[in-house]
């Protein structure tokens, strides 16, 4: 089992900036993947950003390239997701997750952080 706990969450206005932090404990390894997701009101969670264990490799949901940047410290196991120029369209619930190495989904999940952007 892996129990995750996101923070950083909360009201900024458009153009803003935030960052998301994520500590993972339980049975953990650093070869996992790390990834972030939202879900906004009415809609379906997205994908928003992944991390390999190395953290050399990451890729981004379009919708955020150059604006977002994640990272890990894997002697914390924790992983981050800075968020610059927040737009009102970032607004959701952000949610860490973590997919086990060789597996082909994400397994675990936090309970996810608010962030709230005004225009």
């Known amino acids: 089992q892996v129990q995750l706990v996101e923070s950083g969450g909360g009201l900024v206005q458009a153009g803003g900036s935030l960052r998301l932090s994520c500590a993972a404990s339980?049975?953990?390894?650093?070869?996992?993947?790390m990834g972030w997701f939202r879900q906004a009101p009415g809609k379906e969670r997205e994908f928003v950003a992944r991390?390999?264990?190395?953290?050399?490799?990451?890729y981004y949901a379009d919708s955020v390239k150059g604006r977002f940047f994640i990272s890990r410290d894997n002697a914390k196991n924790t992983v981050y997701l800075k968020m610059n120029s927040l737009k009102p369209e970032d607004t959701a619930v952000y949610y860490c997750?973590?997919?086990?190495?060789?597996?082909?989904?994400?397994?675990?999940w936090g309970q996810g952080t608010q962030v709230t952007v005004s225009s």
């Open positions: 997750a973590v997919r086990p190495y060789l597996h082909t989904s994400y397994k675990y």
């Open positions: 339980g049975d953990t390894a650093s070869s996992d993947t």
């Open positions: 991390i390999a264990w190395s953290g050399s490799t990451t």
